[in-house]
């Protein structure tokens, strides 16, 4: 059986795995910039009715 996302169970979830603080704060990188890609979109992104592989698409 599937359990249910909410940010209350993914919170005590890693509560349960983290005893320390220092665990969780190793978690917080940024992503490395240059490893990073941005490009233009079509604005069907702007509507979550549109689960459309064309929302992810560069455009041009």
């Known amino acids: ?12 979830d890693i509560r349960i795995r983290f005893k320390d603080a220092g665990q969780v704060l190793s978690l917080l990188k940024s992503f490395p910039p240059e490893l990073m890609e941005a490009y233009d979109v ?15 698409r560069p455009e041009g």
């Open 1 to 12: 059986m599937c359990g249910r996302f909410t940010y209350a169970n993914e919170f005590r």
């Open 42 to 56: 079509s604005t069907l992104v702007n509507s979550p009715r549109n689960d459309l592989a064309e929302c992810i």
